[in-house]
């Protein structure tokens, strides 16, 4: 009787075993079909701040435009209520588009100018790059601000374009 006994309680802890086994397979597939990927909001934040540089680069075009030939002008920026909650000196080249010295440090100065925060996204830093060909001249520059997982645009201030957001 003792020999059946242990048998049972073998029978039964496989049993529970088993039912654990089965339950917690089950959790993970419901857990994985049902999940979804959540956005990665520092990519999103600078989404935001770059749909803005577009949009202040454009906006300083034309304000140079009415204002032609000036070398700076004065970039007003408002909030979405359209109240005015800054003002930033822009340098503008003979083309019209914002610019600043050909280094890392003018290409900060770029961006500070034409959005008006600090290269700062969601707490992360973004990294503002100069780059040239090897004819160095104002013509043939970019900056490139980037986030160090990689995500990037650049400005060309010869003709103001901004490429794409890119990965």
């Known amino acids: 009787m003792n020999k ?57 075009h034309w304000q140079w435009r009415v204002r032609q030939p000036t070398t700076m002008i004065m970039l007003i920026h408002y909030d979405d209520s359209g109240s005015e909650i800054n003002r930033t000196p822009v340098r503008m080249n003979h083309n019209g588009w914002p610019t600043a010295d050909l280094s890392d440090a003018g290409c ?28 160095v001249s104002e013509e043939n520059y970019w900056c490139r601000y980037s986030l160090s997982k990689g995500t990037y645009f650049d400005y060309y201030p010869a003709s103001g374009s901004v490429s794409p957001l890119k990965d």
């Open 4 to 60: 059946n006994k242990k048998d049972s309680d073998t029978t039964k802890n496989l049993i529970k075993a088993s039912i654990a086994l089965v339950f917690a397979i089950s959790l993970g597939l419901a857990i994985n079909f049902f999940h979804i990927g959540e956005e990665d909001t520092t990519v999103k934040a600078l989404t935001e701040q770059f749909d803005t540089f577009k949009r202040h680069v454009v906006s300083s």
């Open 108 to 135: 900060e100065k770029i961006w500070q100018s034409v959005v008006a925060s600090p290269l700062r996204v969601d707490g992360f830093k973004i990294h503002a790059q100069y780059y040239a060909e090897l004819d």
